[in-house]
């Protein structure tokens, strides 16, 4: 692929879902008491029909649901992690099961996958094992790319077209290991189903192109302010939003799971009207909407926040 003749895919089947649900399940997810399971046995014991049951009565014409976050482990088998770093991946194929599940009530599925080597940029740890594995840290960073896209390309073809999109998020960090191979990894992205749309995540509300390799904005977002204007983003893209709407107090991010942190503290749900204007605000300059719930290990999803969707559903659905 060249830029002159990169053909943006369409965003229509993301836009015509008109909103989601979105959850960061991963390896820090903590049940609602007590201490967590090991992340293998939380995939076996994931409910997948409470779960779709959940996005059903949210009205929800998509999920985005998380590969991976912080630790690079995976909540499904593939063989190229197995063998960058054995004991990163699960028998159960999760993502699958979910995908099949969430197609049953017409529901599509968006994947989330962070590549997991530039927390320290951001004064978190890295996952030093996946970073000295991938090759990451070396000062060639061929390896690491062709071990990015040999991943992505098998998860693209696995999944096929019950992946309508992936959420790429820390573009930042691959912006900072140049020379970055864009146009490979978008066609790796691709990979198995020609007509899945790729985003590239810059950071909250920013708008920084990387590339012009990607189909959608990121459209990262902290509560419920925003408002998009004119038919596309000031980068040329499609609007949508992934919105935490649960702010941390004084502000400075938000809460996008159930962690130490979190667990102990009531996060009051939006007002719904607040969310339906939120929504309008993107549906008329022809977007869609993710928002990402508090989710807990077992996959039951914060009562609370679920009805405010509950309520959409009434209104919209």
């Not at 482990?73 to 159960?92: A, H, M, S, Y």
């Amino acid at each position: 692929m060249t830029d002159l003749n990169y053909r943006r895919t369409d965003f229509a089947p993301l836009r015509e879902t008109r909103y989601g649900i979105g959850v960061h399940w991963t390896t820090w997810t903590l049940p609602r008491e007590g201490e967590p399971v090991p992340f293998p046995e939380a995939v076996e014991a994931f409910d997948v029909p409470a779960f779709v049951e959940a996005a059903r009565c949210a009205g929800a014409g998509h999920v985005l649901f998380t590969s991976t976050h912080a630790k690079q482990w995976l909540p499904g088998p593939n063989p190229v992690v197995d063998e960058i770093l054995p004991g990163r991946t699960c028998e159960r194929d999760l993502l699958m099961e979910l995908a099949d599940g969430l197609a049953a009530e017409g529901i599509k599925l968006i994947v989330y996958y962070h590549h997991g080597t530039d927390l320290k940029q951001r004064g978190a740890e890295d996952d030093e094992e996946w970073v000295e594995a991938v090759g990451a840290y070396e000062a060639d960073q061929t390896r690491f790319y062709d071990n990015y896209c040999r991943l992505v390309s098998w998860m693209g073809e696995h999944y096929g077209p019950k992946m309508i999109a992936w959420w790429f998020d820390a573009g930042y960090g691959l912006n900072r290991r140049p020379p970055t191979p864009w146009d490979r990894m978008t066609a790796a992205a691709k990979a198995g189903f020609s007509e899945r749309l790729v985003c590239y995540n810059s950071g909250i509300e920013k708008h920084t192109l990387y590339t012009p390799y990607q189909d959608y904005w990121a459209g990262e977002m902290i509560g419920l302010k925003f408002r998009p204007a004119g038919p596309l983003t000031p980068s040329g893209l499609p609007w949508y939003s992934f919105d935490c709407w649960t702010p941390l107090p004084g502000g400075g991010g938000g809460v996008w799971g159930i962690d130490r942190a979190s667990r102990e503290v009531h996060w009051p749900a939006p007002d719904p009207d607040e969310v339906a204007a939120y929504l309008e605000g993107f549906w008329t300059c022809g977007g869609a909407v993710t928002f990402n719930l508090l989710c807990y290990q077992d996959g039951s999803i914060n009562e609370e926040h679920l009805a405010v969707l509950e309520e959409m559903r009434r209104r919209y659905r």
